[in-house]
């Protein structure tokens, strides 16, 4: 589906109410300024997206939040190898973290980012939405995008894919935020809207 320029203008004031709320929050948990900038928002077919974003055997450190109420769908955090260590740095102040503590530390960035966007989304559109407890793993693109799909009976073939980057002091930890709505939802978020 085809998005009107008025219909994606209030789609990314969401996105960037979302990303201030998640930019205060992370800067209050490390206690120095961070700015979140979403330089694209961008919808792609599940088959567009090995061939715009990452490759299917592109490996990759992802956290996985199912959510639910009004909207349904998950929310996939991923983040680049090249950007894991900087945010082990930013999270506890260290070079690097064993295993434990790097998913830990990634499984929080993801918990404080998708609970700022839903809770942008809930304001907008007074809608009732639940996270779960998020999942962090490590492994293919591909076979991470197919597991989150079979995960939802019923999904639609539109993701919203929010790249972004948190920025702080001369730092830049870039990721990948992926709204996997069920069927409809994408839409149904737009008519609330009342566009």
Same mark, same amino acid.
């Given at each position: ?12 004031? &969401? ?10 929050? &992370? ?51 991923? &983040? ?40 942008? &989304? ?74």
């Amino acid at each position: 589906m085809e998005y009107s320029d008025t219909e994606l203008d209030a789609i990314k004031e &969401i996105i960037n109410i979302g990303g201030g709320n998640a930019a205060t929050s &992370i800067s209050q948990l490390v206690n120095q300024k961070i700015n979140m900038r979403v330089p694209e928002i961008s919808f792609f077919s599940y088959h567009e997206l090995f061939k715009e974003i990452y490759l299917e055997d592109d490996e990759v450190q992802a956290t996985i939040s199912n959510f639910s109420g009004d909207y349904s769908g998950v929310f996939l955090l991923v &983040i680049p190898d090249k950007s894991v260590g900087k945010l082990v740095k930013l999270l506890l102040g260290e070079d690097e973290a064993a295993g434990e503590l790097e998913i830990s530390a990634i499984s929080e960035l993801t918990n404080i980012v998708t609970n700022s966007f839903l809770s942008a &989304i809930e304001g907008l559109l007074n809608a009732e939405i639940q996270t779960s407890v998020p999942r962090t793993q490590e492994d293919y693109f591909g076979a991470i995008i197919s597991s989150s799909y079979l995960a939802l009976e019923h999904y639609d073939d539109q993701l919203m894919i929010m790249r972004n980057e948190f920025i702080y002091a001369d730092e830049k930890i870039d990721s990948s935020l992926f709204l996997i709505p069920e069927q409809g939802v994408l839409n149904k978020m737009i008519e609330s809207l009342r566009i």
